[in-house]
């Protein structure tokens, strides 16, 4: 196997969807399948188990991808180290974001890192809120932002980053986008999206019963932002979404209310107990003595 096969391989396995794993690694859905193919060729047995609905690894599979990971892991911090030597620096720090849209509003932050530690070389890694701590937990980044609470035993949360507001995403001709403010209350009469996302991180966005009691109905299911975006531009919720959202997916066919009961939303610096890698203590202490951001 090439190492792009591997990756494509290591992906899918991740995702168990074409389309997803097309997505991130900007690849067509075409070129996945064909490399799929071609390794269970190789191999002389079935990778992954399709169907309509699904896609599951096999026993074969699951031994492969078992086998490949950590070797995987091994051969891209070495072309990293290598890239980092050809361009004079010493480390690398890479930040997994959600969607990677909100670099931007971190850039004092960020600027101040690379002001006080030349030698280290950041970059950007985009996440979905389908998986918060996969790529955390697996190597593929150092350090994540990510909104509170954070409750994994593995996981050291770090300084608070930024904060920012909760809005309604609505459809422009839904009775709730002429409103100048909504509660959590308006939401019972609502379907909002059902997410992959763990139970108690997703409540602190999007609860399961109105402040009265009253349970919230959950509807088409997203993994990440564009299939959420996608779902309430055609009718079929409202949703729940951090403020930053109405700047990076603003569209003539949404509208983000203000919802007047929402806490604000903390995100926070987040890396493995067992992997804290001197740029990432320095970059929660610049975090901590010039932060947290508000938005």
Known sequence: MELRE?????TLAEELHFGRT?????????????AIKKQERAVGAALFERTSRSVRLTPVGDQLRDDLAPHYRGLKKSMDRAALAARAKTELLR???????NARDLKPLLEAFADQNPGAELQIRSGTFGDPFGPLRNGDVDVAVLWLPVKE????????VFTEPIV????????LA???????????DQVVVDTPMPKYWGEALIPTHTPSGRPIRTGPKASEILEVVAAVASGQMVTPVHAQ???YFARPDIVYVPIEDAPLARWALIWRNDAEPRAVRALAHVVARHGPLTL
């Open 6 to 10: 591997i990756e494509i391989f290591l």
């Open 22 to 34: 097309a997505d991130r690694l900007h690849l067509s859905v075409a070129r996945v399948s064909q």
């Open 95 to 101: 930040i997994g974001m959600i969607g990677g849209g």
């Open 153 to 160: 035993p593995d996981l050291t949360v770090g300084p608070v």
């Open 168 to 175: 309604l995403m609505v459809p422009s001709e839904h009775p």
């Open 178 to 188: 002429g409103r100048a403010q909504v509660s959590y209350e308006d939401l019972a």
């Open 245 to 247: 959202t109405a700047r």
